[in-house]
RNA sequence: GCGCCCGUAGCUCAGUGGAUUAGAGCUCCUGACUACGGAUCAGGAGGUCGGAGGUUCGAAUCCUUCCGGGCGCGCCA
């Protein structure tokens, strides 16, 4: 925020002024109230350098704090050396007008700098529809791809499609059984092929009498497959700049260019009729076989060829969000990069872990072999799509997820999705109720000394944040920052709000007041502005008003 | 056995660039509101931050080790 940015210089400035060693001060939000607005441990860190106790340091750097710039208006000092300082509220009411004034464009910054981000999410196989591990996945990377873009990277979205190898083979052999099967024929679907009701359905799709080989046929479902999943993931607001098919580095001999370069640098050996790539030699725990004894190459090799195929592209940063079950590649893969002459840490591997549903706190088992499991569609049928974004957003992305599908379906404030949304509905009721009482608000001249009570400085604060929170949700790639963060500001708006009931005070429309009631209103806005900012970026709506069912029959 | 994730209130989880009294929601208890600007708000109870060592003036946060839970360890993808 631009104050902190004011307090950062106005305290080196003192640094300076007594011929310490520069340092960079933080600052953090304080929880108590008599800890101020903004507190830095600037003290803890010199102290050392100077020799003094952080309170003495900290009590010397007051001291030479002057001019006190004027949106301060208290400065402490407190035990063991802290330094606490106290803004005036209208500072904070005064910047509301860059939240008004950028609107949509609130948050945005330049910490990227227009660098080109690769962001490769879900990935599934194209051998059945989309579980609810690829729906956290898709939530986490699309709003992944939303922050990086607010804060200034130019992004690319993709999803790696496995159109080749032995599981699509399997794939294929057990749509040809169905389709015998409807037919009449005696066939069976292998081993460990795909059991799933779904093949049946799309046999019954395909012209009866015609005889396929299991390659044609494998090919038919692949594509239905992946038009099904490119359907499913649309209806989950995530669109991707690009399929990339595994089989378009077959054809292009892009596997056997890349492995000719391991070649060349003496990373690859032959041991028992397969080549191996020698991972180890970057740390890897063992080292991995790239073309296999039958000579086909391995998954491996053609994700070799897939990475670098992406640094190729020309973009800087190459991030990959892999399921629980692959996080096994994180090494082999950097190992190979190296051994390509890339930078790894140009790329980075975020693990998007596992979902645990939960119907009546009893997890809901799925099991793939019987073919019994919760789809993509079937979760969005079950909560909908706001409702399943948020969800997933709200758990950091690394740690396993519980998800309530009681809570989900809940139309009550326990619902975060329905008390956030609740709060934005209701500010636009609120407007709509100011129209009707023939109030016409006019931000071009807003009486911001009317705002006088401490949780609208609160609010206004909170707001204000909203830069941070981007920031920090994108340095650290982690969209739950977000998600609670726009839930904070529900509930302060719901409790501000809801204080109208004993104490006049709090009363937004007033029509005896229009100078009260105007500066109410453009706080509100400022909220609502916010507010859809947050939620676009989540993936999440921002209703005008919520709807229930026996509100539905007066439209 | 090795690797990854996790262990914070009864439950689900924030907080892990060390720092002022460890936070929120749900549950439970108490109290306000009788409202279409609707489908709430306020307060209270509740925690040896898995255990033990260590670094530090200061550790939920960093290091070591142990315990517990989940997942993964194919010439499948």
């Given at each position: 925020m631009i104050l902190e940015k004011k307090l950062k210089e106005v305290l080196m400035k003192a640094i300076e002024t007594l011929g310490w060693r520069l340092a960079e001060p933080t600052f953090t939000l304080p929880?108590?109230?008599?800890?101020?607005?903004l507190a830095t441990n600037i003290a803890f860190i010199l102290a050392k350098q100077v020799g003094k106790p952080p309170i003495a340091v900290a009590q010397e750097l007051v001291a030479r704090i002057q001019p006190s710039p004027s949106f301060l208006k208290k400065i402490d000092v407190a035990n063991p050396g802290f330094i606490n300082f106290h803004i005036h509220p209208n500072a904070y009411f005064q910047l509301l007008s860059t939240i008004f004034k950028q609107g949509k464009k609130f948050g945005s910054q330049q910490l990227g700098k227009g660098t080109k981000v690769i962001l490769e999410f879900v990935s599934a196989n194209p051998t059945g529809p989309l579980n609810v591990v690829s729906a956290r996945a898709a939530a986490v990377g699309d709003t992944l791809a939303n922050i990086l873009e607010k804060v200034g990277y130019k992004v690319h979205r993709e999803y790696y499609v496995n159109d080749v190898g032995n599981q699509i083979d399997l794939f294929a052999q057990s749509l040809l059984a169905r389709h015998l099967q409807i037919q009449g024929k005696e066939a069976e679907i292998p081993q460990e092929g795909y059991q799933g009701e779904y093949l049946k359905e799309f046999a019954k799709k395909l012209p009866k009498k015609k005889a396929f080989s299991a390659q044609q046929i494998g090919q038919l479902g692949v594509k239905a497959m992946v038009a099904s999943q490119k359907e499913s993931l649309k209806n989950f607001g995530v669109v991707f700049n690009k399929w990339f098919l595994q089989s378009e580095l077959l054809k292009k001999k892009e596997i056997e260019k890349s492995l000719s370069r391991l070649q060349k640098t003496g990373h690859l050996y032959e041991s028992e009729g397969a080549i191996f790539f020698r991972s180890t030699t970057f740390g890897d725990d063992k080292d991995r076989v790239v073309r296999k004894q039958d000579g086909e190459y391995s998954y491996f090799a053609s994700d070799i060829a897939y990475h670098n195929d992406k640094f190729a592209r020309k973009f800087n940063w190459v991030i990959d969000i892999l399921g629980?079950?692959?996080?096994?590649y994180v090494s082999r893969t950097k190992a190979a990069l190296q051994a390509l002459g890339y930078d790894s840490n140009q790329l980075t591997v975020l693990i998007s872990q596992q979902v645990n549903l939960l119907q009546n706190e009893v997890l809901v088992k799925m099991s793939k072999r019987a073919g019994k499991l919760i789809t993509m569609d079937d979760l969005m049928k079950e909560v909908g799509k706001d409702v399943a974004r948020y969800f997933f957003l709200m758990r950091s992305t690394s740690s396993h997820l519980d998800f309530d599908l009681e809570l989900a379906k809940?139309?009550?404030?326990?619902?975060p999705v329905f008390y956030i949304q609740y709060a934005h509905a209701r500010i636009a009721s609120i407007f709509r109720k100011a129209l009707q009482t023939k109030i016409k608000a006019d931000f071009k001249k807003v009486a911001l000394e009317l705002l006088n009570l401490p949780e609208e400085g609160e609010i206004a604060k909170h707001l204000l944040e909203f830069p941070n929170v981007l920031a920090k949700t994108a340095k650290e790639l982690e969209p739950h920052h977000l998600a609670f963060y726009v839930l904070e500001l529900a509930k302060q708006f719901q409790s501000y709000y809801s204080q109208a009931k004993h104490d006049p005070?709090?009363?937004?429309?007033?029509l005896g007041n229009f100078e009260t009631t105007n500066a109410k209103l453009y706080l509100l806005k400022n909220i609502q502005i916010v507010l859809q900012n947050a939620l676009g970026i989540l993936g999440v709506s921002a209703p005008q008003r919520m709807k229930k069912e026996d509100a539905a029959s007066t439209l």
């Open positions: 929880k108590q109230k008599e800890h101020g607005d629980p079950d692959h996080h096994g809940k139309e009550t404030p326990e619902n005070r709090y009363k937004v429309v007033d």
